[in-house]
């Protein structure tokens, strides 16, 4: 196995980008990325993409893009593993490059949602479900995380203003973010405030539906040196991948995200590191709830103890654990199969030094999680910085 | 329309036929080919009771494709008294009535309907228990 | 007239019986203001709407699952499950069969949809009795259930009620009630129709009264007394077709019973004109509170025009099967009344594009 690092980002911003394509947002971000890392060619192309079928009538999605980036003849496949899209695709190209398979290898996240009426782009997000069992129900998404919610709520006799802190982090993070869909701070006085969508969620606790598309570069480790613009070299020190049941039901506990440990451990003892180690953490904020599960199943806090990292002020930029450091799914925005690949995208940044006004002052190992489903994919990746 | 697709659930969608392990004995909702508990096959099939309680709840408002006539309505996680939880709609309740805990019964309802030309799909949702239950 | 007398070869009777009321009442005067300024008189006070997610299936369903609880049969013993009704969810696609499944009573099975405008729950039933009295069968299971629809501002709004009751018919040794007799009395009366691709009946107004309903129940009635050689005195109870809380008073009368024969079975003030259901659902009523040895003497009314009138004795299995079921009263009391707005939601009333 070879070590794989990371020599080239490029993304678009994220927001409803009405007079952009499915097409034109992979083109955009992919070509950033492969001047990022100076190069005109690549092996292989792997495309984290969840809805394009659904909601473009368009699969054979990497194809195209390759096609329509002058790459005809490279490999490449779309990956969907619902919202963990993204991070799915990098774990394949990590694969890819770290087996030899290929050397050169761009993984791309795509994702078009604003094209459709929001019924049917809600109506998409619930194909993630199962079928027969979840959406058949009329259940969605957002009453899923709403039910995880309420019981978190109810069993650690927690008040839903406790878990203010984590959009009003993201959003006052997101304003240092030139790409992120919203750059305006919120208060917790305006988040106890926001209309509520499904009781006990507010607007303030849910991502938002949005376009976007983020790409990165691969290459093996030891080539790194020869690529990119002499930017810090960033290696995928772990790269680990776990499933749980699809439907929140079949959980014996729904409130613990089994899939966020298995892939966090995996991912700490690929890496060498622990908890401890990790400077700061992509967590996948779709839903506040999402938030203070991952943090407590990676280890970062007991269980029912998640939303004391945002009460003590760990997860801000000055913090212990810094997360959604450039606005996170709630403020950067959750294009959701493109999501996974803006975490990594974003963890490079901070571990190059290139995070502008958000710029940690330590970042020298960070981990991105994504998550698909209401936890039935999570993925999670620990970067690190080569000194 | 998904006219097979439906047909082949209808029994577990009517009146929540299950299984039970004849290895580990576990209850399982909705039936699969290997036993969630011990991931052995198991195929005896077992007659649900329908009673239960809410584990968790919300109300739907933005409803998908297929539900808007209906929203908003309540969704709940239900904890069958055999053990499965499942996904369901509370029906015959105030929203804002529905508690953690509140015992529930299953009933058969409309689930969703297909346009003014197309099926209607019938299945399992939930409402507060009407009889006290005997001993 | 004892030849006009339908008797089984077996004695058959009541095994088991179940209702179902959907929760929701649209109070009269909610009509009366939206129409008429609230001037209007009132039939009723309220009836029962079904909620969005209910129709004769689902109200078929419930009402069989209890007269299953109180049969205490396996749904496997059922041999036919008849249905009438004038709302069946489909125009061609049985709700039988839908029923049949969920109860876990298919593949072996008869099944069928019935229709004769309020009379075709009783019609179903009285074919129950013919197929297990002559013992080609030891239960058969008859549903009457209707959401009833009414034009909206006419008259029939008022009334037009939505409920179901199931009856099942099984040999008279450990019946709940024994079937005494039934006699049918039916004519081309066109008082009352709907045709196919029509979303409302129409009616004859007065003519649905005394050529009709009047005619029939009281003719039907009079010719069973006549046929069992009974004064109305020998029941006590009489459930007839309610359409509205005048016409069942009015023939009770004629046909010589008094208040306290007709008052636990007459319904239709508190939840509407139930339609197929509609005497059904008063029997199970009479039922839930009955004693052995009483009588019943129910009489239905379909627009068409006919009526059956049915003699029920009520037996001493009555006090233990009972209470293994939701009672009458326990869904006419699990009551949530709405405005005319949302009565029109729920109902379809609204044209949406």
């Known amino acids: 196995m070879r070590d794989v690092a990371i020599v080239g980002i490029g993304q678009t911003p994220v927001g409803e980008l009405w007079d952009k394509s499915l097409r034109q947002l992979g083109h955009d971000a992919i070509r950033a990325a492969m001047a990022d890392a100076g190069i005109e060619q690549a092996d292989a192309l792997f495309v984290g993409n969840m809805l394009s079928g659904e909601l473009a009538g368009q699969e054979h999605l990497a194809a195209l893009l390759a096609d329509f980036l002058g790459m005809r003849g490279i490999e490449a496949a779309k990956i969907e593993a619902a919202c963990a899209s993204g991070a799915a695709a990098l774990r394949v190209g990590?694969?890819?490059?770290?087996?030899?398979?290929?050397?050169?290898?761009?993984?791309?996240?795509?994702?078009?949602?604003?094209?459709?009426?929001?019924?049917?782009?809600?109506?998409?997000?619930?194909?993630?479900?199962?079928?027969?069992?979840?959406?058949?129900?009329?259940?969605?998404?957002?009453?899923?995380?709403?039910?995880?919610?309420?019981?978190?709520?109810?069993?650690y006799d927690i008040p839903h203003s406790a878990f203010a802190p984590f959009p009003v982090n993201a959003h006052h993070n997101a304003r240092g973010n030139p790409n992120a869909m919203f750059h305006m701070d919120i208060s917790p006085a305006r988040y106890e405030k926001a209309p509520v969508v499904a009781p006990p969620?507010?607007?303030?606790?849910?991502?938002?539906?949005?376009?976007?598309?983020?790409?990165?570069?691969?290459?093996?480790?030891?080539?790194?040196?020869?690529?990119?613009?002499?930017?810090?070299?960033?290696?995928?020190?772990?790269?680990?991948?776990?499933?749980?049941?699809?439907?929140?039901?079949?959980?014996?506990?729904?409130?613990?995200?089994?899939?966020?440990?298995?892939?966090?451990?995996?991912?700490?003892?690929?890496?060498?590191?622990?908890?401890?180690?990790?400077?700061?953490?992509?967590?996948?904020?779709?839903?506040?709830?999402?938030?203070?599960?991952?943090l407590e199943a990676c280890g970062f806090a007991q269980r029912g103890r998640g939303v004391d990292l945002g009460e003590s002020g760990a997860i801000t930029l000055s913090g212990r654990l810094p997360i959604t450091t450039l606005g996170g799914l709630k403020a950067r925005g959750h294009p959701v199969g493109a999501t996974g690949v803006y975490q990594a995208l974003e963890v490079v940044q901070q571990l190059r030094g290139d995070a502008g006004p958000n710029q940690l002052a330590h970042a020298h190992i960070g981990m991105a999680q994504n998550i698909g489903g209401s936890g039935a994919t999570i993925v999670t990746h620990i970067l690190i910085g080569e000194d | 329309m998904h006219i097979a697709r439906n047909w082949r659930v209808k029994k577990q969608r009517y009146s929540l036929h299950g299984e039970i392990c004849h290895h580990c004995g576990a209850k399982v909702f909705p039936p699969r080919d290997i036993c969630p508990e011990c991931a052995k096959p198991a195929y005896d099939p077992l007659q649900l009771s329908g009673q239960g309680e809410v584990y968790s709840h919300t109300t739907v408002y933005d409803a998908p494709a297929g539900f808007q006539h209906q929203a908003p309505y309540a969704l709940a996680l239900v904890r069958l008294e055999e053990g499965p939880m499942l996904t369901a709609q509370l029906t015959d309740v105030d929203p804002k009535e529905v508690h953690i805990g509140m015992p529930v019964e299953m009933v058969t309802r409309k689930l969703s309907v297909e346009g003014d030309e197309g099926l209607i799909q019938y299945g399992y949702k939930f409402r507060p228990r009407m009889m006290a239950r005997a001993a | 007239m004892k030849n006009m007398l339908l008797q089984p070869s077996r004695p058959v009777g009541i095994t088991g019986y179940g209702v179902y009321i959907p929760r929701y009442r649209l109070p009269a005067q909610e009509v009366s203001d939206a129409w008429t300024g609230g001037s209007a008189g009132l039939p009723i006070l309220e009836k029962a709407v079904p909620g969005l997610d209910e129709d004769t299936t689902t109200i078929s369903i419930e009402a069989a699952r209890n007269a299953l609880l109180r049969a205490g049969i396996a749904p496997?013993?059922?041999?036919?499950?008849?249905?009438?009704?004038?709302?069946?969810?489909?125009?061609?696609?049985?709700?039988?069969?839908?029923?049949?499944?969920?109860?876990?009573?298919?593949?072996?099975?008869?099944?069928?949809?019935?229709?004769?405008?309020?009379?075709?729950?009783?019609?179903?039933?009285?074919?129950?009795?013919?197929?297990?009295?002559?013992?080609?069968?030891?239960?058969?299971?008859?549903?009457?259930?209707?959401?009833?629809?009414?034009?909206?501002?006419?008259?029939?709004?008022?009334t037009a009620g939505a409920g179901g009751a199931a009856?099942?018919?099984?040999?008279?040794?450990?019946?709940?009630?024994?079937?005494?007799?039934?006699?049918?009395?039916?004519?081309?009366?066109?008082?009352?129709?709907?045709?196919?691709?029509?979303?409302?009946?129409?009616?004859?107004?007065?003519?649905?009264?005394?050529?009709?309903?009047?005619?029939?129940?009281?003719?039907?009635?009079?010719?069973?007394?006549?046929?069992?050689?009974?004064?109305?005195?020998?029941y006590r109870y009489v459930v007839l077709h309610q359409p509205n809380v005048k016409f069942p008073t009015r023939a009770a009368k004629q046909l010589g019973f008094k208040p306290e024969q007709w008052e636990t079975g007459l319904l239709v003030?508190?939840?509407?004109?139930?339609?197929?259901?509609?005497?059904?659902?008063?029997?199970?009523?009479?039922?839930?509170?009955?004693?052995?040895?009483?009588?019943?003497?129910?009489?239905?009314?379909?627009?068409?025009?006919?009526?059956?009138?049915?003699?029920?004795?009520?037996?001493?299995?009555?006090?233990?099967r009972r209470l293994l079921a939701p009672a009458t009263e326990d869904y006419i009391a699990r009551r949530t009344a709405i405005d005319y707005a949302t009565y029109l939601r729920y109902r379809g009333k609204l044209r949406m594009k």
């Not at chain 1, 983020?214 to 093996?220: G, K, Q, R, T, W």
């Not at chain 3, 489909?90 to 039988?96: D, L």
């Open chain 3, 167 to 234: 009856i099942i018919i099984g040999p008279a040794h450990g019946a709940l009630a024994r079937f005494e007799g039934s006699l049918s009395y039916v004519t081309d009366t066109p008082d009352f129709w709907r045709r196919p691709r029509a979303e409302y009946p129409s009616h004859g107004m007065r003519f649905t009264g005394d050529p009709a309903y009047f005619h029939h129940i009281v003719t039907a009635g009079q010719m069973l007394l006549e046929a069992m050689d009974r004064r109305p005195d020998e």
């Open chain 3, 76 to 158: 496997t013993d059922l041999r036919a499950i008849w249905i009438g009704s004038e709302s069946h969810p489909y125009a061609v696609k049985p709700t039988s069969t839908i029923v049949a499944e969920a109860l876990g009573a298919a593949p072996m099975v008869q099944a069928g949809d019935w229709e004769f405008a309020c009379k075709a729950g009783t019609e179903a039933i009285i074919a129950a009795v013919g197929l297990v009295g002559s013992e080609m069968a030891d239960y058969a299971l008859g549903i009457g259930a209707d959401t009833a629809q009414g034009r909206p501002g006419d008259a029939l709004e008022y």
């Open chain 3, 269 to 320: 003030g508190r939840i509407g004109n139930t339609y197929s259901a509609a005497s059904l659902v008063g029997l199970t009523a009479v039922l839930d509170v009955a004693e052995p040895g009483d009588r019943i003497l129910v009489v239905s009314f379909g627009s068409g025009a006919g009526s059956d009138a049915i003699s029920l004795e009520v037996t001493e299995h009555i006090h233990d």
């Open chain 1, 94 to 155: 990590t694969m890819a490059v770290a087996s030899g398979m290929a050397d050169v290898v761009i993984v791309a996240g795509v994702e078009k949602m604003t094209d459709t009426l929001p019924a049917e782009t809600t109506a998409g997000l619930a194909l993630a479900a199962d079928q027969e069992y979840e959406v058949a129900e009329g259940a969605t998404f957002l009453a899923l995380n709403a039910m995880l919610m309420r019981r978190y709520m109810h069993e």
């Open chain 1, 201 to 294: 969620i507010n607007v303030m606790d849910s991502s938002p539906i949005c376009d976007g598309a983020a790409a990165l570069v691969l290459v093996p480790a030891r080539r790194a040196a020869e690529f990119g613009s002499g930017k810090r070299i960033v290696r995928i020190a772990a790269s680990a991948s776990a499933v749980d049941t699809l439907a929140v039901h079949d959980r014996g506990d729904p409130l613990f995200l089994e899939a966020a440990y298995l892939s966090s451990h995996k991912a700490y003892a690929l890496a060498g590191v622990t908890p401890a180690d990790i400077d700061f953490f992509e967590l996948h904020d779709a839903f506040s709830i999402m938030s203070v599960l991952s």
